[in-house]
């Protein structure tokens, strides 16, 4: 008997579905019981699930409500306390019928072929075991900014060992950049210190500086995790840190390098100097060209630091001690610590205050490491010996959970209409450096082209946040810290006309409206206007906008604009979305899993999020995501073991050819081929079901998801209504794409009939054949973007198996443009429905 | 759906969040009455803006439509009320001189003796080869002027 359980949602189903007919239709076949409730997902609705698979000895159950992404779980659960919890299908009603359609009538008919295809392929399915699969307790947190600092910190304190992997020199992340923060004008370094100590002193921590993300393989409980860490060339164990190779006399006049330059290394003091000539005759008995050369007896040597090596015999001989050490290294380029303001050395730490306090050498303006000369110049004034030659290093890690926390960057406004490249139009983080005491102008606001302080200081909020041409998407940060910083700057300069121009100003957060209120009282000037352009006249910028509460346009004059530009996902967490890979938004940013009750998981059992890497969001939030992250972790990997469904793959021996296609398409190493039979390692195999369309002998087969669940799925519909288009639709994108429509009442042809895949790279030629024997109008499949399916590359080799079959199609006389593959994202519920409109019309 | 209907629903008023950009970057509204961001306003809550004069400021420079970070179409939209307030008989009298000129003399500004000056002595020819120094091709001109009642649309003596 298979009981059939109709939700009504609400009226959310049974609003905009006949649930009498239903129960009606269902009940004339005998070995159907059909029931319904006001809310399955009740206690009530469970009680009833539960009590009638006993009372009448059920063998299958259908549910027919929601979509199993929301409510899947919890009917599993309950089934699974009276019978094997694989034993059911469900029948999307909700989202993908009764919310996507706009006729009653016609939602009616297409639940009635939903729940027609969900018994069918109910009739298939096999009871499925379980295993128990080790749990590696290591974790990895990448990106060593404020979320993923205090979500190692949080997660080594509960036990397990933490690799904190971040790409930069040193640990912090943008926070380290700050001057300070809102809303309290804390001092961000002096904040920030004490857990950068923490982290890099934790016992249960090892940071891999300078190290980046290769690849992630595995499973959740046992990931491999390739790193690659690029060579300091200086020694990390035997550096102190005192910085006598990075000294320097250097003092800029403006905050920023015009071009890159290469300093005296020496100064000869003329009043100490007799002019014996032993330093050039030293100088060219050791090198060939010598940089020291003496014109005449008596005269002061000439210095060609071009030529200077930097072997300082210059120094040590001379019997007057005349000759002094100014630079080390005589290389200095823009500081990539201070965006690109004040400089640094070609060896050098990105900031004083940094951790680990260890310097590097730049590779490509390191005049020994480029190979310009055969420069000493660190490597014999380091009393340690610290510099040296290195290779990169590759590790693989083996850990049981992953922590993403790989930030933001700012938008790059080049070429845009806020003028970017004139010097004196600035990012919010630039100014944080002009004004930060660690920064190039040691805290005095110095504006970029003659170093002069601005008396007139224009911020411009929404700089390509709000945006549908840049980030559509609020900043959220953007109006406090433009608001922090303004209050910053008039604190230390009254005497300065500071304007904000915005939007709206957003202030919700606790002790924000009130620190607003006291940017007001201070004298900072609010106009409600966007900007519309900032032109240039010299160094002096002339900034559009409207007072739009006084109706007029006005041009402000302005020695000083700083832009609050959109935050977007940073190169880091651009790369993880693409090498895990993970589910993004529309934004770009990684997607939770569920924005609300789920916010730091990833759709990807075992990884979670933390910090701006999910979204725009103050340090406060960052801090929060980091406690979430750790208390998630600490309750995944409690258990020794982690218990995993087999819903993996099998080999049946019997008809098994060893011919090995199926271990050549596994993108998981899943098949065993050592033993006398071939097997599937059940812990690796992700049950994509790739394997299954390459068996010549149909002797691999996926447990769930088999090929005889899927045609029965097809018969059960079309048996309904032949007035279909059959949409198979991976199970991590296609699929959720089409809820998303349904969520957002987004309306479209009923003749779209979903059937879920696990990955579209799953779906065989005879399977996207199969429905057009059987009646169907057309067939469409619906897989994620290329370069992000979640099992690599399913969708790329499903293009061409597409491809393939529209020809077959196209012999037959039925048309090869009535099957397509579209490719759409999670995210993308309107493009879902644009692509079951064109495959509807075409059909 | 008419075009007129076609170009209102594509006008995306409704998600104006009157920033002020459009008004703010307008080379026309410096000098003149026209601000683009009220008159979407007034268009969103659904005001009759067809008799407002500062409708015929707007040089469709298109600056405020391409920089619209919520892709309001401002000038289609202008353009759209202007075409409405011409029907209502709302098309103001400077620029029914230049219409009438066009019909004339195929041109909407024509030759002035100051210009001609100016041709004169940079040596161009006396008058410019277009339709204004061609009778039977300005005959073509007002004929698809007759035709589509253009004349009488502006000055409001269609009915």
């Given at each position: 008997m298979i009981g059939v359980f109709l939700c009504d949602c609400g009226t959310n189903i049974a609003g905009n579905t006949d649930m009498e007919y239903l129960k009606e239709e269902l009940s004339k076949e005998d070995d159907l019981?059909?029931?319904?409730?006001?809310?399955?997902?009740?206690?009530?609705?469970?009680?009833?699930?539960?009590?009638?698979?006993?009372?009448?000895?059920?063998d299958r159950v259908v549910i027919c409500s929601c979509s199993p992404k929301h409510h899947g779980d919890i009917f599993k659960e309950c089934i699974g306390e009276k019978m094997n919890p694989y034993l059911w299908e469900m029948a999307n009603i909700r989202e993908q019928c009764s919310w996507a359609t706009e006729n009653k009538n016609e939602a009616t008919q297409k639940a009635l072929a939903l729940i027609k295809g969900a018994i069918e392929a109910s009739r298939t399915l096999q009871e499925i075991g379980q295993a128990k699969v080790p749990v590696i307790k290591d974790v990895m947190v990448i990106g060593g900014g404020i979320a993923g600092m205090h979500a190692a910190i949080e997660i080594a304190d509960k036990g397990f060992h933490v690799y904190l992997v971040e790409q930069n020199p040193n640990i912090g992340g943008n926070m380290c950049k700050l001057d300070r923060t809102f809303p309290t004008d804390d001092c961000s370094m002096c904040t920030i210190s004490p857990i950068l100590n923490e982290t890099a002193m934790h016992k249960n921590i090892d940071v891999l500086t300078m190290t980046d993300v290769e690849d992630v393989s595995g499973h959740p409980g046992e990931y491999t995790v390739t790193t690659r860490s690029r060579p300091r060339y200086v020694d990390f164990t035997a550096c102190t840190g005192c910085g006598d190779c990075a000294q320097t006399d250097l003092v800029m006049e403006t905050p920023t390098l015009s071009e890159p330059l290469w300093?005296?290394?020496?100064?000869?003091?003329?009043?100490l100097c007799n002019g014996c000539g032993a330093c050039a005759k030293l100088c060219a008995k050791q090198n060939d060209p010598p940089a020291l050369t003496q014109k005449e007896k008596g005269a002061i040597s000439d210095y060609d630091t071009r030529k200077c090596v930097g072997c300082w015999v210059c120094v040590e001989k001379c019997p007057k001690k005349a000759v002094e050490i100014i630079n080390v290294c005589p290389i200095v380029v823009p500081s990539e610590f201070n965006l690109g303001l004040g400089f640094r050395k070609a060896i050098y730490v990105p900031d004083s205050q940094a951790v680990p306090l260890k310097y590097l050498r730049d590779p490509e303006t390191c005049l020994q490491l480029n190979g310009t000369m055969e420069c000493q110049g660190c490597t014999t004034i380091c009393k340690a010996k610290a510099p040296c030659q290195e290779a990169e290093e590759v590790r693989q890690l083996r850990v049981g959970a992953i922590v993403v926390a790989t930030g933001y960057e700012q938008y790059d406004l080049s070429g845009t209409e806020y003028n970017l490249e004139h010097p004196n139009v600035i990012t919010g983080l630039e100014l944080e450096r002009l004004i930060s005491p660690s920064g190039p102008t040691l805290g005095e606001l110095k504006r970029p082209s003659d170093g002069k302080i601005p008396q007139r200081v224009v911020f411009v909020q929404c700089a390509g946040s709000r945006d549908r041409r840049y980030a559509e998407y609020c900043s959220k940060i953007c109006c406090m810290y433009a608001t922090k910083n303004a209050r910053l700057v008039k604190a230390d300069h009254p005497e300065i006309d500071v304007t904000i121009c915005y939007i709206d100003l957003r202030a919700a957060g606790r002790g924000y409206e009130e620190y607003y209120d006291q940017a007001r009282e201070m004298g900072i000037k609010y106009i409600r206007g966007n900007v519309s352009e900032i032109l240039a006249d010299g160094d002096e910028l002339l900034v559009r906008t409207e007072n739009t509460l006084l109706n007029e346009p006005l041009l402000l004059e302005a020695d000083l604009v700083v832009l609050s530009t959109a935050l977007v996902p940073s190169r880091g967490t651009k790369h993880l979305i693409e090498t895990i890979p993970l589910v993004p938004g529309k934004d770009g940013f990684i997607a939770p899993v569920h924005v609300k009750i789920a916010p730091v998981d990833t759709a990807t059992t075992g990884i979670f999020i933390a910090g701006t890497a999910e979204a725009p969001k103050p340090i406060q939030e960052c801090i929060t995501d980091a406690g979430a992250v750790a208390s998630r972790i600490a309750t995944f990997l409690k258990d020794d073991q982690l218990t995993v469904d087999l819903v993996t793959s099998h080999i049946n021996p019997d008809i098994c050819i060893k011919c090995g296609e199926c271990n050549e398409i596994c993108n998981y190493d899943a098949i065993d081929t050592e033993g006398e039979n071939y097997e599937v390692v059940d812990v690796a195999c992700h049950a994509c079901g790739m394997c299954t369309t390459v068996c010549p002998t149909n002797a691999i087969e996926l447990r769930y998801y088999s090929d005889i669940q899927l045609e029965k799925a097809v018969d059960g519909i079309l048996e309904k209504d032949k007035d279909s288009v059959i949409a198979y639709c991976c199970s991590q994108c296609g699929y959720n794409a089409a809820d998303l429509a349904g969520t957002a009442k987004m309306r479209y042809s009923p003749e779209v009939k979903i059937v879920r895949v696990p990955?579209?790279?799953?779906?065989?030629?005879?399977?996207?054949?199969?429905?057009?024997?059987?009646?169907?109008?057309?067939?469409?499949i619906g897989a994620c973007l290329e370069g992000q399916c979640h099992y690599i590359d399913g969708n790329i080799k499903e293009k061409d198996k597409v491809a393939l079959a529209k020809q077959v199609l196209d012999l037959m006389g039925i048309g090869g443009e009535k099957l397509e593959l579209f490719n759409i994202s999670s995210a993308e519920g309107a493009k879902f429905v644009e692509s079951a409109e064109r495959m509807v019309s075409r059909c | 759906m008419n075009p007129v209907e076609?170009?209102?629903?594509?006008?995306?008023?409704?998600?104006?969040?009157?920033?002020?950009?459009?008004?703010?970057?307008?080379?026309?509204?410096?000098?003149?009455?026209?601000?683009?961001?009220?008159?979407?306003?007034?268009?969103y809550q659904g005001e009759d803006v067809t008799g407002l004069p500062e409708l015929w400021d707007c040089t469709t420079c298109y600056n405020c439509a391409e920089r619209c970070p919520k892709g309001v179409n401002t000038v289609d939209t202008i353009i759209l009320l202007r075409n409405l307030a011409v029907k209502k008989g709302n098309f103001p009298k400077i620029h029914l001189n230049a219409v009438e000129n066009l019909?004339?003399?195929?041109?909407?500004?024509?030759?002035?003796?100051?210009?001609?000056?100016?041709?004169?002595i940079i040596g161009l020819d006396k008058e410019p080869h277009d339709v204004s120094t061609a009778p039977e091709e300005l005959e073509k001109v007002k004929r698809i002027m007759d035709i589509t009642g253009f004349l009488e649309l502006v000055r409001g003596d269609r009915k």
């Open positions: 019981i059909v029931h319904e409730s006001i809310f399955l997902c009740s206690q009530l609705g469970q009680d009833l699930i539960k009590e009638t698979i006993e009372k009448e000895k059920l300093l005296d290394r020496i100064k000869i003091h003329e009043d990955c579209s790279g799953r779906v065989t030629i005879p399977q996207m054949l199969y429905p057009f024997t059987r009646g169907a109008k057309g067939v469409m | 076609k170009a209102a629903r594509d006008s995306n008023v409704e998600k104006c969040v009157q920033c002020g950009k459009c008004t703010a970057g307008c080379p026309s509204g410096r000098q003149s009455r026209l601000r683009t961001r009220t008159l979407v306003q007034m268009a019909y004339n003399t195929g041109n909407g500004f024509p030759l002035s003796p100051e210009v001609a000056q100016i041709r004169a």
